[in-house]
């Protein structure tokens, strides 16, 4: 999807003289992921554990910011990753008695939607971030990346 908005989005920040900004979802999940990206067994079964999977998935969302960060450096559009933090909704229902234990957890580790969207929101439209590219952000502050996830030759080959 962004290889195929870049054009519009750097024409237009040209254009218009007004920053583009591209934000991606991530998740502080991506601290428990397996140690490396294994491209020849991402299907193995074998060695398939939900939890790293996903982990493994939000360490791809972070490779993919930061690549694109890098590409588009020099076109007035900044690209930044964020954690919305663990927001109650209805896809928890998937993932099995991990989160019926952590539905009991108390209320403060769990984010109404509004607080969840804060961060994006921040990130997207709030001048402070103006000009920051290529950042990882958790309760609107910028917060540090797993080694993995800043590997700039994986986020090529990603």
């Known amino acids: 999807m962004n290889c195929l908005t870049q054009p519009k989005m750097k024409d237009t920040a040209k254009s218009t003289g ?5 934000v991606n979802l991530s998740s502080v999940a991506h601290l428990h992921s ?3 990206i294994a491209f020849e067994k991402i ?3 074998n060695i398939y ?3 790293r999977a996903y982990g493994l998935s939000k360490i791809a969302n972070l490779l993919h910011t930061n690549e694109l960060s890098r590409r588009l450096q020099g076109a007035n559009t900044t ?3 964020v954690h919305s933090g663990l927001i109650m909704m209805n896809l928890f229902r998937y993932l099995g008695v ?3 234990i952590m539905k009991l957890a108390p209320h ?3 984010k109404n939607v509004p607080q969840g969207a804060a961060t ?3 990130v997207s439209l709030h001048p402070s971030p103006k000009g920051v590219s290529g950042k990882y952000y958790v309760d609107c502050n910028e917060f540090g990346t797993s080694k993995l996830a800043r590997n700039e030759d994986l986020a090529k080959k990603l």
């Open 18 to 22: 007004v920053e583009g900004r591209i």
């Open 34 to 36: 397996y140690p490396e």
């Open 43 to 45: 299907n193995d079964k």
């Open 49 to 51: 554990d939900e939890k």
């Open 79 to 81: 690209v930044n990753s």
């Open 98 to 100: 991990l989160m019926k």
């Open 108 to 110: 403060f580790l769990w």
């Open 120 to 122: 994006t929101c921040y």
